[in-house]
């Protein structure tokens, strides 16, 4: 299971920490991302972080948000700064044995946090 913490609501510009723990172990090869899904629109990968610390990130999010892990405490962080209004969303963390290669979709992550609410107000 993935338990994350953290969103709320700040003003534009602003920055958020997300913070996504699991609970065991999911794999010696693993995947972790932060995904979003704003109402209408469709479900965004902004971040993935895999075993060997190969970051992507969403050209949406490029240079505003960042992805790290502590593999010892199991968890994915995503620090958030610059926070526009069109980045309210409901936050997922997600993972999935294996590397992040082409992994875009909802079927491609096999355990999901229970979501976190970030609102952007300008």
């Known amino acids: 299971q993935l338990v994350q913490a953290g969103g709320g609501s700040v003003p534009a510009d602003g920055s958020l920490l997300l913070t996504c723990a699991a609970t065991?172990?999911?794999?010696?090869?693993?995947?972790m991302a932060w995904v979003r899904r704003a109402p209408g629109k469709e479900l965004e990968v902004v971040a993935k972080?895999?075993?060997?610390?190969?970051?992507t990130y969403a050209d949406s999010v490029k240079g505003r948000f960042t992805i790290s892990q502590d593999k010892a405490k199991l968890a994915v962080y995503l620090q958030m700064s610059g926070l526009k209004p069109e980045d309210s969303a409901m936050y997922y963390c997600a993972g999935s044995g294996g590397n992040c290669y082409r992994r875009e979709k909802e079927r491609d992550f096999a355990l999901w946090g229970q979501g976190s609410q970030v609102t952007v107000f300008s």
């Open positions: 972080v895999d075993s060997e610390g190969m970051i």
């Open positions: 065991r172990p999911i794999a010696s090869s693993s995947c």
